[in-house]
């Protein structure tokens, strides 16, 4: 059974950071790629940031140069370094694995950008 579990989410000052963890168990993690997507109330789900089983990475324009998303695939883990935070960064963060198939996703983790 595969599961992916994040963590790591909370709420944080504007300009301040976290980083998010996601532990993957149940697949072959290092042929996966890894993604954050995220929504915001009211909002379509959107890709954040995604890693590819060779490390590859991409972002939405809105966080680069503030995001970092990185992959231990000898510990099944994938992570979202998030810097700078800003108040439309609020939003339930996903954890998601591609390969063929169905796509995999977290239960979600709460970030909340507040003053």
């Known amino acids: 059974q595969v599961q992916l579990v994040e963590s790591g989410g909370g709420l944080v000052q504007p300009g301040g950071s976290l980083r998010l963890s996601c532990a993957a168990s149940?697949?072959?993690?290092?042929?996966?790629?890894m993604n954050w997507y995220r929504q915001a109330p009211g909002k379509q789900r959107e890709l954040v940031a995604g890693i590819t089983s060779g490390g590859r990475t991409n972002y939405t324009e809105s966080v680069k140069g503030r995001f970092t998303i990185s992959r231990d695939n000898a510990k099944k883990t994938v992570y979202l370094q998030m810097n700078s935070l800003k108040s439309e960064d609020t939003a339930v963060y996903y954890c998601?694995?591609?390969?063929?198939?169905?796509?995999?996703w977290g239960q979600g983790t709460q970030v909340t950008v507040s003053s």
């Open positions: 998601n694995g591609k390969f063929r198939g169905p796509d995999y």
């Open positions: 149940g697949l072959i993690f290092s042929i996966y790629t």
